[in-house]
């Protein structure tokens, strides 16, 4: 192969000045083996370039895509794409990553680009448009105040439809801190990114891309991706059991995403309706028609709208549901839907338990059609407005002020304007105002817009600071991030993961293990395997923290920063378990590194990538370090546990007729918890009263310039074991049941 030859990374990141209109490329060959791609060379880049106390409203500011190098080269479900900025919702405004699905990661790939920095602050509204190699600033004039549905139809009808636009919406424009970005229709890359482009007055990023990556060994490539789908990958959220007993099937799980079964369509499908059937492991064609989350999101009456199953570049699981409602058309103009998260069951999920609006649920709990309409016509609005909804708290702030008569209280006389006796009475149509009032951030006029800035500010507005002990808030962080996967999810290890970034983790490893289906018993002989006897407590019934515990959510951080990294779908990575009963049910820990290797031609170890992606978290914990405040406002606190780890009161109270570590409960124990913290901070070599990173960790991770940045700030931890001291080896584990790996067995 010759010397000068790129294998992965296409070898540049464009750079677009908006303030002077320069635009130039730079080499990443140096980020590359430390910093992977995607969340880490986002996080480097933020890091080396956006100083400690920048405002996200500052042209100081920057917002940064990256990609990694699996994006585009024939690995499954390799069509990520991470962000990285300041968050303009929380304390402190620090670094947070917005990732998302959709073309965008590969289009960006295939136009020769790892990543983009856009900086400065255009004086006009405008959009970036790279087109391979050509890039430039374009007059988007026209296209400010439209919605992210209209501009990206305007935008695909000038420059093709081979272009993948991401946009902002009206809540971006208005610089609303929950304001997201939407590519492909329904995408959205969220935690305010919208908002800081639209401060910089982007209105949309539009790609082209028509190159190719190259792959150092494409068979193995293709052996790998072959063996993946046959035998280890199971359904979204890599539940590996179907939701129904099935002739192959040894084991079901009424609550696994691997929905398909005989005499479940797709019922309105272009064509005519396809059965979904029962696609077994080994069916490499069938892997598509597992997953039909429109059913399993919406309920039974969601079927006859259901189109397809689609999903993001590179995908064959395909979790996300498109449907088309002839009522919602009529309602909001918009003839299709498509999502795959919370912005699909925004209502039924999130508003219902504590709106309990009457015809929306039969008796026995069904969704009804009265359903469908709530969450589809809430996620077409919030989707074309490019509001963001801070993984569903946007919607928990709606329902609880409405129903606890906070919004009557503080609209007054504009209280009646928004309709909710009618959304009571079956009417879900005023919700098109209230979250265009919201998206407005015309809190002068329209107070309800207070919602959009989170609960740091409208709690402090309108004194209802016992929001944040409720558990109806579900928000965990007295910094203004909600529950993603928390306490609910083993515990102390969820609890763990749901404290270390800066909004809310967006963590799936955990939550793949323990929604996967397999029988208890089951999983913790698998838990032991990987992270030590005692990893794994049934749910709802937890046992007293331990060092396998603390392993388990050291590998559950690690493992979703690698994959933000590599640009991997976290809601499938990694690969645990799996649905093949002749492997034992275990998965294949390897698979990221044998791609890696395979891609790159480069061989790796996954503790190799592991420790990688340990550098990119404590190099964000570095950064937060040193742009946090403490208690007085002082710029530049170490107290992680005191400042930054703190977990709301709710989980400690909650069910409070049960004692902590007793079946039938997930309610934290206060001495547990600060035990629980101590064991991850040791498990990453933190300091174990600060929770800081230490010389030790820095220099074991090659983090010089951050151990004297934060040696000079004083801001430096103490103690801290050495790297080879506290790790685990994983390289190995589960290597009994690896089967026919085309990697191991050549």
């Given at each position: 192969m010759a010397d000068n030859v790129s294998y992965g990374w296409m070898g540049w990141i464009a750079r677009v000045n908006l303030t002077s209109g320069e635009i130039t490329e730079e080499s990443d060959e140096a980020l590359q083996k430390d910093y992977i791609g995607g969340m880490g060379f986002a996080n480097k880049i933020m890091y080396d370039e956006v100083p400690a106390g920048v405002d996200?409203?500052?042209?100081?500011?920057?917002?940064?895509?990256?990609?990694?190098?699996?994006?585009?080269?024939?690995?499954?479900?390799?069509?990520?794409?991470?962000?990285?900025?300041?968050?303009?919702?929380?304390?402190?405004?620090?670094?947070?990553?917005?990732?998302?699905?959709?073309?965008?990661?590969?289009?960006?790939?295939?136009?020769?680009?790892?990543?983009?920095?856009?900086?400065?602050?255009?004086?006009?509204?405008?959009?970036?448009?790279?087109?391979?190699?050509?890039?430039s600033i374009e007059d988007a004039s026209a296209l400010w105040g439209k919605g992210t549905r209209e501009t990206t139809e305007a935008l695909c009808k000038k420059h093709g439809v081979d272009v993948c636009v991401a946009a902002i919406g009206p809540a971006g424009e208005n610089l609303l801190p929950y304001a997201c970005v939407i590519n492909t229709r329904s995408h959205s890359a969220g935690a305010g990114l919208g908002a800081v482009l639209g401060s910089k007055n982007v209105k949309a990023v539009v790609v082209r891309g028509t190159k190719g990556v190259n792959v150092a060994d494409p068979q193995m490539v293709a052996d790998l991706s072959d063996y993946m789908i046959e035998q280890v990958i199971g359904s979204n959220n890599n539940h590996v059991v179907p939701s129904t007993q099935q002739s192959w099937a040894e084991y079901y799980d009424k609550g696994s995403r691997w929905t398909a079964k005989k005499g479940l369509y797709w019922a309105a499908a272009e064509g005519g309706a396809i059965e979904t059937g029962e696609p077994k492991p080994f069916e490499l064609n069938t892997m598509g028609y597992r997953c039909m989350k429109s059913t399993k999101d919406l309920g039974p009456e969601a079927e006859k709208y259901t189109v397809k199953m689609a999903g993001c570049h590179g995908c064959p699981v395909r979790c996300y549901a498109q449907v088309k409602h002839p009522k919602?058309?009529?309602m909001t103009g918009y003839e299709s839907m498509g999502n795959t998260c919370?912005?699909?069951?925004?209502?039924?999920?999130?508003?219902?338990?504590?709106?309990?609006?009457?015809?929306?649920?039969?008796?026995?709990?069904?969704?009804?059609?009265?359903?469908?309409?709530?969450?589809?016509?809430?996620?077409?609005i919030v989707d074309d407005l490019g509001l963001w909804c801070n993984y569903a708290q946007l919607y928990r702030d709606i329902a609880h002020t409405y129903v606890d008569g906070i919004l009557e209280r503080e609209l007054g006389d504009q209280f009646a304007e928004y309709g909710f006796d009618k959304i009571m009475a079956g009417d879900p149509t005023p919700f098109i105002k209230i979250l265009s009032d919201i998206a407005s951030n015309d809190t002068e006029n329209k107070p309800i817009a207070w919602l959009g800035h989170g609960p740091l500010v409208w709690t402090e507005k309108w004194n209802?600071?016992?929001?944040?002990?409720?558990?109806?808030?579900?928000?965990?962080?007295?910094?203004?991030w909600p529950v993603h996967h928390a306490i609910e999810c083993f515990g102390q290890v969820g609890g763990l993961y749901n404290m270390v970034f800066n909004r809310d983790d967006m963590i799936h490893s955990a939550v793949n293990f323990q929604g996967c289906g397999l029988p208890i018993e089951l999983k913790q002989e698998m838990g032991a395997e990987m992270w030590g006897e005692g990893a794994v407590d049934p749910d709802k019934n937890y046992s007293p923290m331990n060092e396998a515990k603390a392993e388990f959510a050291w590998w559950s951080i690690v493992t979703d920063v690698l994959h933000d990294s590599l640009t991997l779908c976290n809601w499938v990575w990694p690969m645990a378990m799996a649905p093949a009963k002749e492997r034992s049910y275990r998965g294949d820990l390897d698979l990221e590194a044998q791609f890696y290797t395979a891609v790159i031609g480069q061989e790796v170890t996954i503790d190799d990538l592991y420790?990688?992606?340990?550098?990119?978290?404590?190099?964000?914990?570095?950064?937060?370090v040193r742009g946090m405040t403490d208690d007085e406002g002082a710029m530049g606190c170490n107290d992680m546990r005191g400042v930054h780890d703190i977990m709301t009161e709710w989980p400690f109270t909650k069910d409070p007729d049960i004692e902590p570590f007793t079946a039938g409960t997930d309610k934290m124990e206060h001495e547990?918890?600060?035990?629980?913290?101590?064991?991850?901070?040791?498990r990453f070599g933190w300091d174990e009263k600060l929770g800081c990173p230490t010389a030790q960790c820095l220099d074991d991770l090659g983090l010089s310039d951050q151990k004297a940045d934060l040696e000079e700030l004083g801001l430096l931890g103490e103690g801290g074991a050495p790297y080879d001291e506290r790790t685990r080896t994983y390289a190995?584990?589960?290597?009994?049941?690896?089967?026919d790996n085309p990697a191991l067995n050549a």
């Open positions: 996200w409203m500052d042209e100081e500011n920057k917002a940064v895509l990256a990609v990694g190098p699996l994006t585009g080269a024939g690995v499954p479900l390799a069509g990520r794409s991470t962000w990285a900025t300041l968050s303009t919702f929380t304390k402190d405004h620090l670094v947070v990553d917005c990732h998302c699905g959709g073309q965008l990661g590969a289009k960006l790939k295939y136009s020769g680009h790892d990543g983009l920095i856009i900086e400065g602050k255009a004086d006009k509204p405008v959009y970036i448009l790279i087109d391979d190699d050509e890039i919602i058309l009529e919370v912005p699909n069951f925004p209502f039924s999920s999130y508003m219902q338990s504590m709106m309990k609006v009457p015809g929306t649920t039969t008796e026995d709990g069904a969704l009804t059609e009265q359903s469908v309409l709530y969450n589809l016509l809430i996620q077409a209802d600071a016992a929001w944040y002990d409720d558990s109806r808030s579900c928000l965990i962080n007295y910094r203004g420790k990688a992606a340990e550098r990119i978290m404590t190099l964000q914990r570095a950064a937060t547990d918890w600060e035990t629980a913290l101590t064991m991850l901070y040791q190995g584990v589960l290597a009994d049941y690896c089967g």
